[in-house]
């Protein structure tokens, strides 16, 4: 079976320093990799996606980057953090989709909890 | 941006009745669409999915109706209990596009409140 995980699960960070949140995804090869974040109360912001390694696609151009050095790790990260980056941060994967493949869910981390003092 | 919205950020239930959370969707081209459950603190966890040429599906207490016809899609648990109370997310896949390298394109949410 197919597990991910994100670590850590919170964390407090002060303006100015640098993130790293890491997430990675047992029991499948290539997936579709995905970095949410989700302010308080609201919907899910698609930050980043990566088809595969050392591919990156931003969605939303901001304070943050990620990169992808293996299949199965997906990397959150800041050289400095702002005030607004504080949020709630998912990691997801999907199978890779087809023609015939669209019929299959994204499955999510536990998410990370980051407080920007 | 989101192309699917939801009529309402909150709903409160009574404990035992049943509820109905609607999605409307922009897109027709959306073939397949999921319900995820979120609860607090925790990420969103999938509840049950449709494809497009189906027009209802049933799972356990939960059933999802989508109508192409007005791109309205729904989510009915029944007998509500207090660990439904959540925020409902609905997902729609877009075929060749949306949401980014073939992922879903998720709504705003709801939050479920379910009332003693």
């Known amino acids: 079976s197919q597990t991910i995980h994100q670590w850590p699960a919170t964390l407090v960070q002060p303006v100015g320093s640098p993130l790293s949140l890491e997430c990675t995804v047992e029991?499948?090869?290539?997936?579709?990799l995905y970095w949410y974040r989700q302010a308080a109360g609201r919907g899910l912001q698609l930050l980043f996606y990566?088809?595969?390694?050392?591919?990156i696609s931003s969605e939303v151009p901001q304070n943050l980057s990620a990169s992808r050095p293996q299949d199965r790790q997906f990397i959150l990260s800041s050289k400095k953090l702002l005030l607004s980056d504080s949020g709630f941060y998912l990691c997801?994967?999907?199978?890779?989709?087809?023609?015939?493949?669209?019929?299959?869910?994204?499955?999510f981390g536990p998410g990370t909890r980051l407080t920007v003092l | 941006g989101e192309s699917v919205g939801l009529h309402l950020p909150t709903l409160s239930v009574q404990e035992g009745d049943n509820s109905i959370i609607n999605c409307a969707y922009s897109?027709?081209?959306?073939?397949?669409f999921i319900w995820y459950k979120q609860e607090s603190g925790k990420g969103p966890q999938f509840i049950i999915d449709?494809?497009?040429?189906?027009d209802k599906r049933q799972g356990q207490r939960v059933t999802v109706l989508l109508n192409k016809t007005v791109k309205h899609l729904s989510l009915q648990i029944a007998a509500t209990q207090p660990g439904d109370s959540a925020v409902y997310f609905c997902?729609?896949?877009?075929?060749?596009?949306?949401?980014?390298?073939?992922?879903?394109?998720f709504g705003k949410g709801t939050h479920l409140i379910i009332q003693p």
């Open positions: 997801a994967w999907r199978r890779l989709a087809g023609i015939y493949d669209s019929y299959n869910e994204q499955f």
């Open positions: 029991g499948t090869s290539n997936p579709n």
């Open positions: 990566s088809v595969g390694i050392g591919q």
């Open positions: 897109n027709s081209a959306s073939d397949y």
């Open positions: 449709i494809r497009s040429n189906m």
């Open positions: 997902a729609e896949n877009i075929p060749g596009s949306g949401g980014g390298a073939d992922g879903l394109t």
